[in-house]
């Protein structure tokens, strides 16, 4: 069974940095994009950063220049750096994996559990 395992939220001061993993655990067949989301407190759900098995990337707006999505394919691990953190990144984080558990199964949709990310001013 496919599990996204989470790591690295805390709280931090305004301008520290912070380095989230996210490590997909159990058999799978093939990964496409991985990415990470949050969500702030009656906010939905926001994409946060995205890259897909070729590498390309694609961020939400007020993260670029601050935040940077890679992903180790033999470790099957995506991580986001975050620097330069404000108190309006303050969210639940969640990591996100597009792919194939089997070569037989149509493409789903993990998540993770979510960690939770606090940057005080």
């Known amino acids: 069974q496919v599990q996204l395992v989470e790591s690295g939220g805390g709280l931090v001061q305004a301008g520290g940095s912070l380095r989230l993993s996210c490590a997909v655990s159990?058999?799978?067949?093939?990964?496409?994009?991985m990415g990470w989301y949050r969500q702030a407190p009656g906010k939905q759900r926001d994409l946060v950063a995205r890259i897909t098995s070729g590498g390309s990337t694609n961020y939400l707006d007020s993260v670029k220049g601050r935040f940077t999505i890679s992903r180790d394919n033999a470790k099957n691990t995506v991580y986001l750096q975050m620097n330069s953190l404000k108190p309006e990144d303050t969210a639940v984080y969640y990591c996100n994996t597009e792919g194939k558990a089997t070569f037989l199964t149509p493409t789903y949709e993990w998540w993770g559990q979510g960690t939770q990310v606090t940057v005080s001013s």
């Open positions: 159990g058999s799978i067949f093939r990964i496409n994009a």
